[in-house]
């Protein structure tokens, strides 16, 4: 897989977490998929992303968007 791939499946899997733990458990937890989202933004203009410079860091192939 491609830091890209790799990068949209945790954001993916932190969004649903986020979801089905605001569905049972809090509505705070809405907060979870709330930072995903501007960190998504953020990155989209300034192309820096924290997770993809970690994987980078540790050897994975890097994609078209990072």
Known sequence: ??????VFAFAGTLVLV???C???ISP???LLPGFVGVNMLQAAFS????????LKHFGVRPGAAF
């Open 1 to 6: 897989m491609t830091i890209d791939r790799v």
């Open 18 to 20: 986020g979801v089905l």
């Open 22 to 24: 605001a569905w049972w």
């Open 28 to 30: 705070w937890w809405l």
């Open 47 to 54: 192309r820096f992303c924290p997770l993809a410079r970690m």
